[in-house]
């Protein structure tokens, strides 16, 4: 459960006294995510997510972000769209957390990924980086190859407690990704723009065995597009066991060429775009897993499940271990 911040009912009348959406019917904390804490509104004229943002949004990034949503909502995209108040203002504090309301998705993410899912989110991977490439202003990735050093370093204390040996192996995985990305030393860079950085299963709706809207952009930043297509390759092809499902990733690779062709270094960086994926999720669980309290309303997710995942793509060496 993600709530990290309680609001009582008087500071929530007095926010919402802001807004013209009518009459508060119900509200409750939303059990689902990590980062954030969301909580769902109904008035007497819908629903709405009022999220308030926690420990890894920076609050001056925030108009970014909001911005990045109504764009893409213009291009064709469903998203969350942020509410003004009466003022025109969206982005607001409450609780003392940065916060706004945003409106409500219909649709289910899949709590069980199938092969018939994958196609879809590979077309909806690709419209929303053609959507995103409209939008000019830039945010560098926070959570990139540089950030992966020091984040680790500051696991030190912990890391071989979740398993012995990971901080070793971490750090020689570490030292084959980084100079092999993209763009370092003398490599090939590639295609950039808008991504997602986060597209996994439970920011993935669908209604009507189609996609019916994307969520949760608050890792979005602008990277190698075929970076996001390693991300999702990460998130949505392995299955419970842990095994790599290449029919999945096939899929979700065919449906992104519907939309947009990768190219060709697009293909030859694939597994190190993939392995990177893996060295972020597993970063960033392994943080949370070391230093949420352990009384905290939220299920840290298990940083072990993307060492198997890592594990795989350091031995895969063509994009043709994805299904192309
Ligand atoms: N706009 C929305 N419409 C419907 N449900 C939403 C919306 N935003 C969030 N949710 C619900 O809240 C859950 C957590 O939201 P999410 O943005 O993933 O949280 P976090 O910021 O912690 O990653 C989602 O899985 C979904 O069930
Ligand atoms: N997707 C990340 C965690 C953040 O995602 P959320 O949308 O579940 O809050 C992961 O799985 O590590």
Redesign the pocket.
């Known amino acids: 459960m993600?709530v990290y911040t309680d609001v009582s009912d008087e500071a929530l009348q007095d926010f919402l006294a802001d807004f013209a959406i009518g009459d508060l019917v119900s509200f409750r904390g939303?059990a689902?995510?990590?980062?954030?804490t969301?909580f769902q509104l109904r008035t007497t004229e819908g629903d709405f997510?009022l999220t308030l943002y926690e420990k890894r949004v920076n609050a001056r990034e925030l108009p970014w972000f909001l911005g990045l949503m109504q764009h893409l909502a213009r291009e064709g995209v469903t998203c969350?769209q942020p509410v003004a108040d009466r003022r025109g203002e969206t982005l607001k504090t409450l609780a003392g957390r940065p916060a706004a309301i945003?409106?409500?998705?219909p649709g289910v993410?899949p709590r069980t990924v199938r092969g018939e899912h994958c196609r879809p989110l590979g077309r909806a991977l690709a419209q929303l980086h053609a959507a995103g490439r409209s939008y000019a202003p830039e945010r560098a990735n926070a959570l990139g190859p540089t950030a992966w050093a020091p984040l680790l370093q500051s696991c030190a204390g912990g890391a071989n407690t979740v398993q012995p040996g990971l901080q070793a192996e971490l750090e020689q995985a570490l030292a084959r990704i980084v100079p092999a990305w993209p763009g370092h030393g003398g490599n090939p860079t590639l295609p950039r723009g808008q991504i997602h950085a986060d597209l996994f299963p439970?920011?993935v709706f669908f209604l009507n065995h189609g996609v019916s809207g994307l969520?949760?952009f608050?890792f979005a930043c602008t990277d190698y597009l075929a970076y996001d297509v390693a991300i999702c390759l990460n998130a949505w092809c392995f299955q419970p066991d842990g095994a790599f499902n290449v029919t999945f990733a096939r899929q979700m690779l065919l449906g992104y060429e519907e939309v947009r062709k990768l190219d060709e270094a697009e293909c030859y960086a694939m597994p190190v775009l993939a392995q990177g994926a893996a060295m972020r999720f597993l970063l960033t669980r392994l943080y949370d897993w070391i230093n949420t309290p352990a009384d905290a309303l939220v299920t840290p997710k298990n940083p072990l499940d993307y060492l198997k995942r890592l594990r795989f793509h350091l031995a895969t060496q063509t994009v043709g271990g994805y299904g192309l």
């Open positions: 993600a939303i689902e995510g990590v980062e954030n969301n997510i969350p945003t409106t409500f998705l993410w439970d920011n969520i949760d608050y």
